[in-house]
């Protein structure tokens, strides 16, 4: 019998594509997490775990399939937590990190403090409105817009068909336009 460490080793070729995944997905992971979740520090745990499970199931995943089965895995550790965060008396909920601002440039010091206030609260505003949206519409949301996932993975995330992806989205894009309409100026 192998010793534990060596019963699993994947081939190099797979490591290859392990490792591109890897640097290909790992921001886009967190950041879908650190918005289902509202926290960065937890997102990043889910990544890691992510990843984790990808590393342990690596031969049994297509290279080509690592993307939408990664968000799926990410997906249900974010509803995990979820879950438990409901019985969980929350502290310090209302303190806001700054540092966790995806909207907001990189090269902040080059603005106007107008400039650089007016964007924090543009961001805010679209955070909150993404948090407003209905769970089922925010997951569409978030994978198709906000990362950019064709439905066909955004369905294999979420479990569903296309179509419901599409009317999800659907519904969605409309609660987001009539929740951040008072950022748009007429």
Not at 42 to 60: G, I, K, M, P
Not at 124 to 135: E, F, S, T
Not at 145 to 151: A, F, I, L, R, T
Not at 162 to 179: D, G, I, Y
Request: net charge positive; aromatic share 8%; with cysteine.
């Amino acid at each position: 019998m192998a010793p534990p460490n060596q019963a699993h080793q994947p081939d190099p070729v797979t490591m290859v594509a392990y490792h591109r995944a890897l640097a290909e997905h790992a921001d886009g992971l967190k950041s879908y997490a650190a918005r289902m979740l509202g926290d960065a520090i937890a997102a990043e745990d889910v990544a890691q775990d992510a990843f984790l499970a990808l590393y342990r199931h690596v031969n049994q995943v297509p290279p080509g399939a690592y993307r939408p089965w990664l968000f799926r895995v990410a997906h249900n550790l974010c509803l995990d937590q979820l879950r438990r965060r409901k019985f969980r008396l929350s502290l310090f909920r209302d303190l806001q990190k700054d540092d966790d601002q995806p909207f907001v440039p990189g090269d902040t010091q080059s603005q106007r403090p107008d400039q650089v206030l007016e964007t924090r609260e543009a961001n805010a505003a679209i955070d909150d409105a993404i948090q407003q949206l209905p769970a089922k519409f925010r997951d569409a949301f978030l994978l198709c817009e906000v990362e950019g996932m064709s439905y066909e993975d955004a369905s294999a995330v979420l479990g569903c068909p296309v179509k419901t992806v599409s009317t999800r989205l659907f519904r969605a894009r409309q609660r987001f336009k009539s929740l951040v309409s008072r950022l748009i100026k007429v």
